[in-house]
């Protein structure tokens, strides 16, 4: 698995898999979670990531979400691009399935 | 076929109760992720990057048709309607959420299967040649063998936290097909001298990290042997086996630290004093098992069917087909069919519920109801009359399930990588596409002939990619999707680990490179029945590397 680089002071979203769906979810500035990076509370500094991350551990812990952690974004586009690929991919779902219609 | 009894159905049917009992447990926070997930992945449920996979288990490939169809109904209950078809011959579903997923097992239960020993360090589902029982060329059904190492292992108490998973493959025939020299135990089975039927006992193979090609510990073991021998095995693997370092803890690193005459020594030494034991086999056993595996009801054919010559002579691409996607069947008259999954931009192993609905409605049909699932990605029908070749090649193509590709370079193995599973480093499907695409002409493809592609987004191996004729490997190079290219491997009885012809490539450069190097290939082969692989071994890897860098 490509290492998570270490965050320094750049935009930066929390995201997760949702526990009951498994889905990928991004943690909200209202403090809930969405399917979409576009609803994703950026934040902008180190500290300012570890306040997210401390309030969706709180989350994982109530068993919303399995497994939350950190990313850097792009976030001069809309929505905010992820700068890691594979994140992109997780943000945008398998590049194989789109070009597939659903069965 | 192999049914269940009394045990397998209760086994099967508790653990279901059981795991909808746990997932309710982890949803009202009795029980934490971290407790959950063991119990998670024993039921054969992963977390992947966009949602859970669910491994279902195909005991030797085999399936029914009733099975088939119950597969496409989980998959568009559950999933989107897909199933993805894997190199350990199971089945992945994509799209699973933990709230449906012990209905889905239920749904499972009922078409006797389960996703039980997919996961975990545990003795993993029994694989083996996916023309088992049909092939001309083999000496004995394995898959009896397979289901007698089931029921010996499964669940088996003592061999259910071992250092590391462990897999066994099982070929009946001399032309290996089931790649047992790359599973930590591989049994071929062949005639002594005497005219007896045993097993060739090759153990330490691997993949992954660090791959090894399996080494024999025993030329020929009888038959009766089989269990108390394997779990001999099993047990000096348990006991020296490393546990520090979970990347030195398959077999194949114990077999290669202390040597196969060691290895060789404590296990024999174990099997001496086990193996008029409990566990040797007695006949009346093994025969109530081959039974299940009995021949379907063969008729009585001669000659060459006049529909099969005609339509050779006269349908093109059924021609093109038959020589491709066929293979020589044991009985006069018949024949086995490989339905490729790997119709050239399609993802490799995935077939539609529609698709396996169709297949499933074909081998009621055309082949006893029966159907098989290859390491290769592929599915088969196994008992085809010759006569009736025509026929199932059209209903096949009606679904794009004719694709005159098997064992041709687009054919290929690739794992989910990066666009499905949490471990990868890149991606193996859309390169996979990518490179067959550049086959899609049929001409160039087969006068290519026989070339084995084998993809892995990562080096866990899990597409075989050092064992392709070609193989490549996803790294992950300052973020972006880079690709090493090895030559020379082989999954077969001449198994081979392949070479790296040099630096990683991007994307484009490495799907020019594998044109390059067939190009190569053909400029260099001394003829068109000399294979890829075969012109390979013969000029070795200085042309290539020297084609692809001189471009790249
Ligand atoms: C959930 C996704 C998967 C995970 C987490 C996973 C994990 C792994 C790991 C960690 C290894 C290396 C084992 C070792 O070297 O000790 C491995 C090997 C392997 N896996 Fe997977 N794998 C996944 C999907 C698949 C798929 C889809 C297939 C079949 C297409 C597969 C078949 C294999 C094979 C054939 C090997 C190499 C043989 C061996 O040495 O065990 N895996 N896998
Ligand atoms: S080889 Fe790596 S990327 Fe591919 S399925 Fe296995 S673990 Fe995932």
Known sequence: MAKAPKLNSQPQVVTANHLLSGDVVYLTKAASWSRRIADAAVVANVEAGAALLAEAETQAKKNIVIAPYL??????????????????LRAEGPSTEKARPAA | MYEYDDIDQTLVDERVAQFRDQVARRLSGEISEDEFKPLRLQNGLYLQLHAYMLRIAIPYGTLSSRQLRGLAQIGCTYDR??????????????????????????????????????????????????????????IEDPRVWCEIIRQWSTFHPEFSFLPRKFKIAVTGSPNDRAAVRVHDIGLRMHKNAAGEIGFEVIVGGGLGRTPFIGKTIRDFLPKQDLLSYLEAILRVYNQFGRRDNLYKARIKILVHEIGIEAMR??????????????????????DQIAAQFAPPAFEKLSGISA??????????????WARRN?????????????ISLKKEGAPPGDASAEQM????????????????????QNLVLAHVKQSDLPAVFKALKA?????????????IIACPGLDYCALANARSIPIAQQIALRFKNWERAHDIGELKIKISGCINACGHHHVGHIGILGVDKAGEEFYQITLGGAADEQAAIGDLIGPALNTRDAVDA???????????????DERFLDTYRRVGLAPFKEAVYAVA
């Open chain 2, 265 to 286: 020594e404590k296990v024999e030494a174990e099997f001496a004093a086990s193996k008029d034991g409990a566990l040797k086999l007695p006949q009346d056993a093994i």
């Open chain 1, 71 to 88: 990313i850097p974004v792009d976030a001069s586009v809309t929505p905010p691009k992820p700068i890691q690929y594979r994140e992109v």
């Open chain 2, 514 to 528: 594998i044109d390059t190097l067939v190009e190569t290939y053909l400029r260099l082969r001394n003829s068109s």
């Open chain 2, 81 to 138: 309607g897909w199933g993805h078809f894997t190199t350990r011959q199971n089945l992945q579903y994509n799209w699973i959420k933990l709230e449906e997923t012990a209905d889905a097992l239920a749904d499972l239960a009922k078409i006797q299967m389960h996703a039980i020993q997919t996961s975990g360090n545990c003795i993993r589902n029994t694989t083996t040649d996916q023309f088992a029982g049909a092939a001309h060329d083999e």
């Open chain 2, 307 to 320: 529909e099969y010559a005609n339509a050779f002579r006269t349908d093109f691409e059924f021609g093109l």
């Open chain 2, 357 to 376: 609905n169709a297949v499933a409605d074909i081998a009621d049909r055309y082949s006893f109801g029966e159907i098989r699932v290859t390491h290769e």
């Open chain 2, 326 to 338: 066929t293979f020589k069947h044991k009985q006069p008259g018949y024949s086995i069919v490989t």
């Open chain 2, 399 to 411: 679904y794009d399930l004719a694709t005159p590709n098997v064992g041709l370079a687009s054919d």
